[in-house]
């Protein structure tokens, strides 16, 4: 039978962790009556985190159902909090409880780390002190325990005979917990200083070794209970959780990430089951039950071990390097403690369907609709002028421009008279030209005689994208109408620099690729490297919640036929292959460059690809280039509208903006912030349509370029 003590603040009125009164109070108090009915017996509460970006830690240890603050309510014998900040341990403890302790409020607001330690105590062995408080430190290790081994008084002394003479003399407290920790620290020494990096199987290895050694001195007793020794250690680097008999839970996504619209490292495994094998984020809690259903929560079997043998692996919960890779094993009889079935089964199932797909399909249905029932236009009625070959590549090399490398794309249609030249996509009804206009001779004549062609082929709608602001009166003399549909984002060679407060996100992110995983740039040939690249290319389409390739807004890495590009990557000294690469294409008339295709590996380091574009825009710079263009932001404002603008639809480009629906079907959001990162300059970049621009017009170039899934495009003659 569980006994659910009244808290103290319905006794009192008043909440001590928010100083609510009355029903706020009330609230809190069911919450902490609610946590003692599914926490159970008396034991400390324990949560480690593990993550590839600096994340706060509030919510887990003060606001959520399972948070620890609430269970302190029931475990009030002192608090500690360990988190990294550049590869050293912070730690924080008290012998009060969390629930009461404003400093535990305080530095739970304040946490901001890749890798955190959190406990509360339920004191079974030693008094109450700040000494017996975990998490426990050592130089850069950390490790906290639920648990307790029977009768401690009785086997303090030979336990304390197994720990290394060099290491016994730091125990400070009298808590069996403390022996635990030098004597995993004791084995940990036989792989070498402890100041120094570990692998995951000698951290395993250790940890094992250690508990095996505690249960020789201390299970063999008769008619004593099987000591509880379950553990979270870390390094800052290695985070390893062990099931020793008290209940561990682990986490690998959430069903929605609240921060996915501005988080630049999202990924699938974020928000869904692994099938990689790597995720983002790792939380191990004593508790992890909640009834908020945000967090999926799974159960290690008891006596799990992180041990990567190869049969009856299972599940996750192994952190190795930078991404997280998950093993479970359930240990056998051998072990000589009997083993309980395992808890639910690891999430190793197809990953449910993501719901950009089915906004796709539904944003998809109009148009289709449309082109089942209006008539279509016919390509084929619309003049080409047959260029000598090599002509386009040398008109698009001249191009002031760093996006008129889009005209070479294979599928995509020519039309060339003697005033320039226009490179466009045919869809059933619609028509989009891309690369911009490369103008020759007289770019009005040039427009106009596009748009009649298009229209004489029955064509309703044609379109331009992407168009600059000074193209934008060009265009209107043609009879066009163009609206500011994103910005693109510039960075002047002369002005970069990763000193100062604008670039500090960029600095840590660059100070951490090449410090900490030795991420190193170089150009690549494609005649030597191009199959590397291209099954990189590939892996990350693949790894892409939506795979489906944005056509006419990104180009493609062209290994065939590079024509005056670039490539650049990344790479790592433990990976014989890049990590992240990009493309780069001439422009401006040879005076800037433009970057197009960015593509990483799912598990590349963090910060692989912040090293790669910082290099690449150094090394241009040295070369003379006066401007990069990190290329274009759709729907993001970041300069100035014109006045002219519809009102209307710049209501629908910022919904589709901020909104959730639209950050569903593309990142729109993260990808500026991303590019915020370089304090780039922005300039606004237009959509042109003819005969009207309406949000028929919004809607047909975003079906063209792939926002609802493949785009319906006609093959070009030749294709």
């Known amino acids: 039978m569980r006994i659910r003590p009244t808290p103290r603040c319905v006794r009192s009125g008043v909440c001590v962790l928010c100083s609510r009164t009355g029903r706020g109070a009330r609230a809190v108090a069911r919450r902490a009556s609610r946590a003692e009915s599914w926490y159970g017996d008396a034991m400390c509460r324990m949560f480690g985190f593990r993550s590839v970006i600096q994340s706060h830690v509030h919510r887990s240890l003060v606001q959520a159902d399972n948070a620890l603050a609430v269970q302190s309510q029931n475990h009030r014998d002192g608090w500690g909090v360990a988190y990294y900040v550049d590869g050293a341990p912070h730690l924080t403890k008290s012998a009060t ?22 406990h509360i105590r339920q004191a079974t062995q030693g008094n109450l002190s700040v000494l017996n408080s975990h998490p426990f430190q050592y130089g850069r290790w950390v490790m906290a325990h639920n648990g307790d081994i029977p009768d401690f008084e009785e086997v303090r002394a030979e336990l304390e005979a197994a720990i290394a003479p060099r290491l016994r003399r730091f125990i400070l407290g009298d808590t069996d917990s403390e ?59 290695v985070l390893l959780a062990l099931h020793g008999g008290k209940e561990l839970y682990y986490s690998t996504y959430k069903t929605r990430c609240a921060d996915r619209d501005s988080c630049p490292s999202l990924k699938p495994e974020c928000e869904h089951a692994t099938q990689s094998g790597f995720v983002n984020h790792l939380i191990v809690s004593s508790n992890g039950r909640s009834r908020t259903g945000v967090r999926s929560w799974w159960g290690l079997g008891r006596r799990s071990r992180a041990y990567p043998r190869p049969r009856r692996t299972q599940g996750l919960d192994r952190y190795d390097g930078n991404w997280v890779q998950l093993q479970q094993e359930i240990a056998s009889a051998e072990s000589g403690v009997a ?23 539904l944003g998809n249905v109009p148009g289709r609709l449309g082109d089942a029932a209006l008539p279509s236009a016919d390509p084929a009625r619309v003049p080409e002028l047959p260029l000598a070959p090599g002509a386009l590549e040398a008109i698009v090399r001249r191009s002031p421009r760093g996006n008129g490398y889009l005209s070479l794309e294979p599928g995509l249609r020519t039309f060339a008279t003697d005033d320039g030249a226009l490179t466009w996509a045919a869809a059933p009804r619609h028509a989009l030209a891309v690369g911009g206009v490369h103008v020759i001779g007289d770019g009005q004549r040039l427009l106009t005689a596009f748009r009649e062609a298009l229209a004489v082929a029955r064509f309703s709608k044609v379109m331009l994208f992407p168009v600059a602001t000074g193209e934008r009166r060009l265009l209107r003399s043609a009879g066009f109408r163009s609206l500011a549909v994103g910005a693109e984002a510039f960075v002047d060679t002369a002005d970069f620099t990763l000193a100062g407060r604008k670039h500090a996100d960029l600095r840590q992110m660059v100070n951490r690729g090449v410090k900490r995983y030795g991420v190193r740039v170089e150009e690549v040939s494609v005649a030597h490297r191009g199959a590397s690249l291209d099954h990189l290319y590939h892996h990350w389409l693949d790894a892409r919640p939506l795979a489906d390739p944005m056509a006419l807004l990104i180009g493609t890495p062209c290994f065939e036929r590079p024509l005056g590009r670039r490539y650049f990557a990344a790479r790592v000294p433990d990976r014989p292959n890049p990590v992240a690469f990009v493309t780069v294409t001439p422009g401006w008339q040879g005076a800037g460059w433009g970057v197009d295709v960015m593509a990483r590996e799912p598990d590349a380091p963090a910060g692989a690809m912040d090293v790669l574009l910082t290099e690449v825009i150094t090394r241009l710079a040295d070369e003379g280039a006066d401007v990069v263009s990190l290329g274009a932001c759709p729907m993001a404002e970041r300069t100035p509208l014109p006045r002219q603008d519809s009102r209307f639809l710049r209501w629908v480009f910022r919904w589709l903006y901020r909104g959730w629906i ?5 990142p729109f959001h993260s990808l500026a912030h991303y590019k915020d990162k370089f304090a780039p300059r922005w300039e606004a970049v237009h959509l042109a349509s003819w005969p009207r621009l309406n949000v028929w017009s919004l809607y047909a170039g975003c079906r063209m370029w792939g926002l609802f899934g493949s785009p319906p495009l006609l093959p070009p003659p030749d294709a």
């Not at 190793?348 to 719901?355: E, G, T």
Request: a positive charge; hydrophobic letters at 40%.
């Open 179 to 237: 022996r635990v920790f030098f004597l995993f620290l004791t084995e940990l020494c036989q792989f070498g200083p402890l100041a120094g990096n570990f692998t995951v199987e000698e951290v395993m290895t250790a940890l094992e070794t250690a508990v095996a050694r505690i249960r020789a001195i201390c299970d063999g007793r008769p008619d004593e209970k099987p000591s509880l020794l379950s553990l979270i250690v870390t390094n800052g680097a």
């Open 339 to 361: 083993t309980s079935p395992t808890l639910p089964p690891s999430p190793r199932l197809p990953p449910p369907r993501h719901p950009g797909a089915v906004l796709r399909w």
């Open 662 to 666: 639209g950050n569903r079907l593309f």
């Open 97 to 118: 409880g969390a629930l009461d302790s404003t400093l535990f409020r305080r530095v739970s607001g304040l946490v901001s780390s890749e890798t955190v330690v959190a």
